[in-house]
């Protein structure tokens, strides 16, 4: 478990959160929610960066003339957009999916939505430490499956981060 205290601009501690660090200490329906919207993210995406990605995947697939990859990735960008647009971002849902406790008080899945505050006093690197370092132990699992496509998928995420 990681520990990590939620500041206010004072510089006060309002909030402990403690984070799962591993996926091994996820419990089964937690690493399953976890996996699913790590799939989405890593998949379609849900910001306008993403979208901007998907934009030149669909240019080179028609300057290619790939009329059935021109299509999927035209649906891709239709859900990359709509996500984008609508605020629904799979980075943060996946990590509200790590929280623990937030100050001593265990959140079930069904109570996420109320940890958007805190995620949202929680510093971007620290979110995307948390993510990349529990990526990197899913990818491991994911070699030892040989699933080559989300694997060059996740390495590429946690190359950038």
């Known amino acids: 478990m990681k520990e990590v205290k939620v500041k206010n601009i004072l ?3 309002t909030a402990t959160v403690l984070l799962y660090s591993s996926i091994k200490e996820l419990p089964v329906y937690r690493y399953n929610e976890f996996e699913k919207l790590l799939m989405q993210d890593v998949g379609i995406g849900s910001s306008m960066e993403d979208v901007g990605t998907r934009f030149g995947r669909l240019y080179q697939f028609i300057s290619d003339s790939d009329i059935i ?4 990735e035209a ?8 996500w984008a647009l ?11 999916v790590l929280i623990h406790s937030v100050n001593g008080k265990e959140y079930d899945l069904k109570y996420l939505d109320k940890l958007d505050k805190v995620v949202q006093k929680i510093s971007q690197g620290e979110v995307e430490e948390v993510l990349t370092e529990v990526k990197k132990k ?6 030892r499956c040989f699933l080559t496509e989300i694997v060059t998928e996740l390495q590429l995420i946690s190359q950038s981060a």
């Open 138 to 143: 899913l990818i491991q699992n994911y070699e």
């Open 69 to 72: 990859n021109t299509h999927k």
């Open 11 to 13: 510089g006060r501690t």
């Open 75 to 82: 649906k891709n960008l239709h859900n990359t957009l709509f």
């Open 86 to 96: 609508n605020g629904f971002n799979t980075t943060y849902k996946s990590f509200r």
